[in-house]
């Protein structure tokens, strides 16, 4: 996965001709609406691991297993405000991003629920990425004492970085895309002290503690959630499969029929938590909030619940 909708059709037809009967893909929202499109066409089941848009699972055939966009920003909101964090709430967000933008834009709609006021919303895109001085100053400006940062770990780890040059150190607060900032080359763990994410994996939790070393010792890196949620994405469909009770002479379609009616009717208890879906393919399970603390720079991910 490119993050590139062509070449993901392309994939999606190669695996077709290669008889294909079920798909765990795609990893990212772009390439995922493209490809969600053909395998409804073609009544093909796809479980997508962290395809997180809403029109990621579009059609009755698909389903995944991160949370969708909406209830990550939604329940950022709502931890925010439950827990007093902060009541002036400051967001930096990458607009060509259906990921961030998503997540921002169901935030938002909840913040005043929760008595939070969004004092200052700064974009980016993917082409302007590096130098965030622009958002930071607005974001300082407005007396935000959180920023909401619905972005993947790279761009946050440079807007930490110029955040502590600025002698600006409010809150950071991400979502699941933020799991990874830790392995970043060259960053200064230290700057990542307090921050908090919202995300249903964590390489420290004890119940996933055999996951994580057999994912260390294949690979020689620790896994992020994208690699939680495609090991959980697996055990999934082997659940439904084998509740299905589907034999693998059967057509893609007919396997499709009864592997979305399986999907509704089991539950996981993965390295992302205990899950079990709706029809219209989206997970239930308990968000849970992380904060990552550093000592002798060594960081670590502990429950902020």
């Given at each position: 996965d490119e993050n590139d909708p062509e070449k993901a059709i392309n994939a999606y037809n190669t695996l077709k001709d290669w008889n294909m009967q079920m798909l765990l893909g795609t990893v990212t929202s772009k390439p995922c609406i493209a490809v969600v499109a053909e395998t409804a066409a073609d009544n093909l089941f796809q479980l997508t691991p962290s395809g997180s848009a809403v029109e990621s699972i579009s059609g009755g055939n698909a389903f995944r297993v991160c949370y969708s966009d909406p209830d990550q920003g939604r329940a950022s909101a709502q931890y925010i405000g439950e827990h007093k964090l902060a009541t002036k709430i400051a967001i930096i967000y990458d607009s060509s991003s259906e990921y961030s933008d998503g997540i921002r834009e169901s935030f938002v709609a909840e913040a005043p629920n929760q008595g939070l006021e969004v004092v200052a919303s700064e974009a980016f895109t993917s082409d302007n990425n590096t130098d965030f001085s622009v958002q930071l100053d607005k974001a300082k400006e407005s007396g935000a004492d959180l920023v909401f940062l619905p972005i993947y770990y790279q761009e946050a780890s440079v807007i930490l970085k110029q955040a502590n040059d600025k002698d600006f150190h409010p809150q950071f607060f991400g979502c699941d895309g933020m799991d990874g900032?830790?392995?970043?080359?060259?960053?200064?763990?230290?700057?990542?002290?307090?921050?908090?994410?919202?995300?249903?994996?964590?390489?420290?939790e004890e119940s996933s503690q055999d996951f994580v070393t057999a994912y260390r010792d294949a690979y020689g890196i620790d896994p992020l959630q994208f690699a939680a949620d495609a090991y959980d994405g697996v055990y999934a469909i082997k659940a439904a499969a084998e509740k299905a009770e589907i034999t693998p002479d059967m057509s893609a379609s007919d396997i499709c029929d009864k592997v979305k009616v399986a999907m509704t009717e089991i539950t996981l208890d993965g390295v992302t938590g205990s899950t079990t879906w709706t029809a219209d393919g989206e997970p239930t399970k308990a968000p849970q909030v992380m904060k990552i603390t550093v000592t002798d720079g060594v960081g670590s991910y502990v429950s902020a619940q």
């Open positions: 900032i830790l392995s970043v080359d060259g960053f200064d763990k230290s700057l990542a002290e307090g921050l908090m994410l919202l995300t249903p994996f964590s390489v420290d």
